[in-house]
């Protein structure tokens, strides 16, 4: 069993940052990919930004320029630096973890990111 938990969420200023942090724990071999996703009320959980093993990342277009991702594969650990925060980036923010020894994907809960003055 793998689990994954968020933190580093909570309410921030237009043009603000926040840091967030993702740490997988449990029966782990490799983890492939770690990412993150978003959900905004009322609309569809979308990718934030992911990066594999091997160092590759990619990021929605929303965010590039803005938001920087990056992995302690010793500590199973993902990051996300978030900058020049938009009130459109309030959202849920979910850290996920591909294990393809699993051929398994793993969720975190989620941490809340509210960008409002």
């Known amino acids: 069993q793998v689990q994954l938990v968020e933190s580093g969420g909570g309410l921030v200023q237009p043009g603000g940052s926040l840091r967030l942090s993702c740490t997988a724990s449990?029966?782990?071999?490799?983890?492939?990919?770690m990412g993150w996703y978003r959900q905004a009320p009322g609309l569809q959980r979308e990718l934030v930004a992911f990066a594999t093993s091997g160092g590759n990342t990619k990021y929605a277009d929303s965010v590039k320029g803005r938001f920087t991702i990056s992995r302690d594969n010793a500590k199973n650990t993902v990051y996300l630096q978030m900058n020049s925060l938009e009130p459109e980036g309030t959202a849920v923010y979910y850290c996920?973890?591909?294990?393809?020894?699993?051929?398994?994907?793993?969720w975190g809960k989620g941490t809340l990111v509210t960008v409002s003055s």
């Open positions: 449990g029966s782990i071999f490799t983890i492939n990919t």
């Open positions: 996920d973890a591909i294990i393809l020894t699993y051929g398994m994907t793993y």
